[in-house]
């Protein structure tokens, strides 16, 4: 290791961490919210990263409770999202949209089934036909403490409410939500997800297809049945990209998600910290590289 001791020290309030470093009370700090980014740049003392991952974030639905059992209902939430707003006033355009199972840097990643761009009307006209032509009230859980998906849910509430459908807003604490979130027991909800290993079925399989992670309970059997037959085939078997794309075409069809964006990875530093190195796979920061000049 380059530096013989590392101290941690847990601030779970974002603005303290970022005054700590421009205090130079701390060397380093990750999680900035994209809001600050621009602020923190100014900073002639600091190194600010802000770096694409393949990490993706999603309002998931418990696809067997009502109404978020039917695939009509799903699909009028999705063509209800303000996307635009969300990417432009959350993610300050740092993050790209996701409009696949698939990140963008996944090998197949697939954006051509997408169809669900901003169009209130055509979300009334679903909910009707679903049999909700005065939509619903509904709640939608996030976690206390991550500020892109509070300020996302609030986003979603205002466009799903131009759409008929109420939505409260339950902030609840980390471990509060994580304990119902593998239980399966939330309705709706924001959650976020990265795959360690860069591969297509290796993604669908935790979050399709096995029991563990399918959080809003949507299996498809089609879907199953293609993660099943080639998650363990080279990547360059014949058929395998052909099957992932279509993989992609079924969840998207049945809006297993409203799917949101790719979230950026940011870090910042005091000038005099040197051997930062960025690990894609996880965004796990590799402290025996660090240094102090």
């Known amino acids: 290791p380059k530096t013989e001791r590392v101290r941690f020290q847990i601030v779970p309030e974002p603005q303290q961490r970022q005054l700590l470093l421009r205090r130079g009370e701390i060397d380093f700090t990750s999680g900035i919210p994209l809001k600050d980014l621009a602020s923190l740049r100014e900073d002639p003392n600091l190194s600010v990263l802000s770096i694409p991952s393949r ?3 999603w309002a998931g639905f418990d696809v067997t409770r009502k109404p978020f059992d039917d695939p009509r209902v799903r699909q009028a939430i999705s063509y209800a ?3 635009e707003t969300i990417l432009n006033e959350v993610t300050r355009g740092e993050a790209p949209q996701l409009k696949s199972p698939i990140p963008e840097g996944t090998p197949t990643s697939d954006s051509s089934f997408w169809n669900y761009d901003t169009n209130p009307d055509r979300a009334r006209e679903l909910l009707a036909e679903a049999g909700f032509p005065d939509g619903f009230r509904t709640e939608l859980a996030v ?9 996302t849910a609030v986003w979603i509430q205002q466009g799903l409410q131009e759409a008929g459908i109420q939505v409260q807003i339950n902030k609840m604490p980390g471990a509060a939500f994580t304990e119902r979130l593998q239980n399966r027991q939330h309705g709706f909800f924001i959650h976020n997800w990265i795959s360690i290993n860069n591969d297509p079925f290796y993604h669908l399989f935790w979050l399709f297809s096995a029991d563990c992670c399918t959080y809003g309970k949507y299996q498809n059997p089609q ?3 293609l993660v099943n037959k080639w998650i363990n ?3 360059d078997a014949p058929g395998r990209e052909e099957a992932s794309r279509e993989a992609q075409r079924i969840i998207v069809e049945d809006a297993a998600w409203v799917f949101l964006y790719q979230p950026p990875h940011t870090y910042a530093m ?3 910290v040197e051997g930062f190195t960025y690990y894609p796979a996880e965004g796990f920061v590799r402290y025996f590289e660090l240094e102090k000049t």
């Open 81 to 83: 999202v303000p996307y």
């Open 55 to 57: 990490e993706v974030v």
């Open 143 to 151: 976690q206390i403490g991550k500020p892109e998906d509070e300020q």
């Open 233 to 235: 085939e080279p990547p």
């Open 223 to 225: 879907v199953m049945e």
């Open 270 to 272: 005091r000038k005099n």
